[in-house]
């Protein structure tokens, strides 16, 4: 059946000329269409991003060749100390998403949490240059780093690590913010800002892991850190400057509140019984809107919907306690964060895959065939520019060429629903596991027939087909999960939706750290470790066999639980029926 809007809608040439999409220019007022957001704003939002990247990655990517060659910590270690970093770096968006959302407010916490990143990358230079933190006197020479070289060192990227978790999540819900979803032709460019937001990723991490890795291997670590320092100065500086053209959104307070006066409520009211329509449950009237964005109401997690019975005793419902009453909105809004757990649980696995192309991957070029041309050679985590280049080919084609032919069959905005782009992205890492199992068993085999050379009779090229399908892979789960996670969050708490997607990975890299440790424990009883001194001594081929497995079943569980996920209803202005299967409910998405 046709959907019928009811709202009240502003004249139309008003529509046009402002935004009514609850947000304000820098000075407070209802932003002008024309001198505001959109592509024009954001373009100063994805400059920053570009080279915060740039030095995220070409510190990430080479993180585990430092630990082995300055610091020359063992194998497992350097993983282990890359993932924990990793780990953090991925988990901190969760606060300062929070902070962003709740008090702050996104363009305040970028701010500040810029200059925080900044501090690590020039405390990153110090440790580098004044003598005293140095890893050594001569460090061609360096056997043993200073302990306070160390010290500094960690101290150095967990700052950076600081800064990026409320950097990254508020940074791009911040961009996305600059759409109106109210509005045909910006709701399209926001569903494409996801998609060119992530190739300007992959410019910041190609540059990140060909140029700066080429310095620190050909001239030293010192050198890139200036690079990082600089370039993130003027870039601060350049998202500064576009203050004027932004879109705000005022922090409403922590959005953890009204989850928890939800559970109160439902639970205070659990003996009432449920209202024979659901139209009944209590929602604000639409005068007091306030251009806010409603929510149907939907058949799910039904016991919740009691939060919102309104009990007559007397007194008005505007006057009665939130602790007492909820809106349908707001028993909607719980549901949205309990529905998105088990999405959240089934792509970890995807993640632990990722989270081999920075350790593991990139160890393995360390000790094949890197030569090319005259003698050129290519730094071992330079090899992860082709997962860039995976994921930027697959976005473009996804988004020019996908999209348009899949909307015209679907009849689907989007071409496919969120999920099902995830979903098939998922696919890509489990043939990463195995191209990748293959690849270091054919490694190992050249290391057995000729032990002085090893590995380095093959070409670092051998690596090139297993970084390119988990990059094809990222150009759909990676993006996709972006999107999802800002999208399908309340509306105010889409930094921490960003900050969801990033924990996505932290809690990977913190599980396979935890996996290493378990296989390499349980091998050791059986005679020898999967993970020994160095490559040559471990069995990487068959720990990659077991996480091909693992995002094998992982895929499996992941379908069952997209095929029974109800993505969210929205209503601009509340009707008197709208609830799940009314024709005035105007969803969003209603199925995958």
């Excluded at 005035?584 to 995958?592: F, P, R, S």
Aim: glycine share 6%.
């Amino acid at each position: 059946m046709e959907k019928v809007s009811l709202e009240v809608k502003p004249d139309e040439a008003d529509e046009m000329k402002w935004v009514h999409d609850s947000s304000v220019d820098h000075k407070g007022r209802v932003p002008l269409r024309a001198s505001t957001g959109s592509w024009k704003a954001a373009l100063f939002i994805i400059a920053i991003e570009t080279s915060e990247r740039l030095s995220f990655f070409g510190i990430a990517t080479s993180l585990v060749i430092y630990f082995t060659k300055v610091m020359h910590q063992e194998l497992k270690t350097a993983a282990r100390n890359v993932n924990y970093w990793s780990g953090v770096t991925t988990l901190m968006p969760l606060f300062g998403g929070f902070i962003a959302d709740a008090y702050l407010g996104r363009y305040s916490t970028v701010l500040a949490s810029s200059i925080v990143y900044l501090m690590g990358l020039v405390l990153l230079t110090l440790s580098w240059f004044l003598p005293g933190l140095k890893p050594c006197d001569d460090t061609n020479i360096c056997t043993e780093p200073r302990r306070i070289h160390e010290v500094v060192f960690f101290l150095a990227i967990y700052l950076i690590s600081f800064g990026t978790g409320g950097h990254k999540p508020s940074l791009e819900s911040f961009g996305a913010d600059q759409f109106d979803e109210d509005h045909d032709e910006e709701r399209r460019q926001k569903m494409s800002f996801f998609n060119w937001w992530n190739c300007a990723l992959c410019s910041g991490l190609i540059l990140g892991v060909t140029l700066i890795v080429y310095i620190q291997d050909n001239i030293n670590w010192g050198a890139a850190d200036i690079i990082f320092t600089v370039v993130m100065a003027f870039s601060l500086l350049v998202f500064i400057t576009g203050r004027p053209f932004y879109r705000y959104r005022v922090p409403t307070g922590s959005p953890l509140t009204p989850m928890l006066q939800v559970l109160v409520a439902a639970i205070s009211k659990r003996k009432l019984p449920y209202p024979s329509n659901p139209a009944q449950l209590y929602e604000v009237p639409k005068f007091h809107g306030n251009n806010k964005r409603f929510l149907c109401h939907t058949d799910k997690l039904k016991f919740l919907d009691k939060a919102a019975i309104l009990v007559n005793d007397g007194s008005s419902a505007e006057k009665q306690s939130p602790w007492n009453l909820a809106t349908v909105t707001k028993v909607e809004e719980m549901k949205l964060i309990i529905n998105i757990i088990p999405i959240w649980v089934s792509t970890i696995p995807f993640g632990v895959c990722v989270a081999q192309t920075s350790t593991f991957f990139i160890k393995q070029g360390s000790t094949m065939n890197r030569k090319i041309g005259n003698g050129f050679e290519i730094p071992p985590a330079s090899i992860f520019t082709v997962a860039a280049l995976g994921m930027t080919v697959s976005v473009a084609i996804y988004d020019k060429i996908l999209v348009p032919v899949l909307r015209r069959l679907t009849q689907n905005e989007r071409g496919i629903n969120i999920l099902q782009r995830i979903g098939f992205g998922m696919l890509f890492s489990v043939s990463t596991m195995i191209v990748a199992a293959l690849v270091e068993k054919k490694r190992l085999e050249a290391v057995e027939r000729d032990p002085l050379k090893g590995s380095l009779t093959m070409s670092v090229f051998w690596l090139v087909p297993q970084f390119l399908i988990i990059g094809f892979g990222d150009g759909f789960t990676l993006v996709g999960l972006q999107e999802y996670f800002y999208d399908q969050v309340p509306d105010s708490m889409r930094s921490l939706g960003i900050a969801f997607y990033l924990s996505v990975i932290g809690a990977a890299s913190f599980l396979s750290s935890m996996l290493i440790t378990i296989v390499d424990h349980m091998t050791k009883k059986s005679g020898r470790s999967w993970f020994g001194k160095d490559l040559n001594s471990s069995r990487l081929d068959k720990f990659y066999w077991l996480l091909a497995a693992i995002t094998t079943v992982n895929l499996f569980l992941f379908v069952f639980v997209a095929r029974r996920y109800s993505y969210k209803n929205v209503q601009k202005v509340v009707v008197a029926d709208c609830y799940e299967g009314k024709s005035d409910c105007e969803g969003v998405e209603n199925k995958v």
